[in-house]
């Protein structure tokens, strides 16, 4: 066998339509796409899920309730108030917090909140700090380190 004798089948292959080329030839004038219209031009039709430039339904649902956010960053918080209690220069970090019985499970990764007051200089390293929780413990002499992020 040569490349030259493989052949499609008998009747296996049908010829392709010849749009706008008369009455005659069957598909003529507009070519069997109606009268006029957008969908009716050279180019194609709009993309799929396109609404007239009214926003489109698969970017309207997600701005609604009940939408989970996919990969969603879960963090074991603790507000700056309850580090107060530690003594000064201590190193703070979520298996410190654990051992010391301040923080009672790992949900994920250490988030330092700001609420309440902080007079102990700290070493803290965190995967994430608020403005708020940063700013008070650098007040108070200790230090924010971003460390441990998941």
Known sequence: ????????????????RRLGRGVSAGQGASAGKGMRGQ?????????????????????RLP???????????????INVSKLASLPANTEV?????LEAGIVTANKGSLKILGDGELNV??????????????????????????????
């Open 1 to 16: 066998m040569r490349l030259q004798d493989a052949v499609p089948k008998e009747g296996s292959q049908k010829r392709r």
């Open 39 to 59: 969908k009716a031009r050279s180019g194609g039709s709009t993309r799929p899920g396109f609404e007239g430039g009214q926003m489109p339904l698969y970017r």
């Open 63 to 77: 701005k609604l309730k009940r939408f989970t956010i996919i990969n969603r960053k879960e963090y074991t918080t």
């Open 93 to 97: 970090t979520l298996e410190s917090l």
């Open 121 to 150: 200089p700290l070493n803290v390293k965190a995967a994430a700090f608020t403005a708020g929780a940063r700013a008070k413990i650098e007040a108070a002499g200790g230090s924010c380190e971003v460390a441990g992020a998941k």
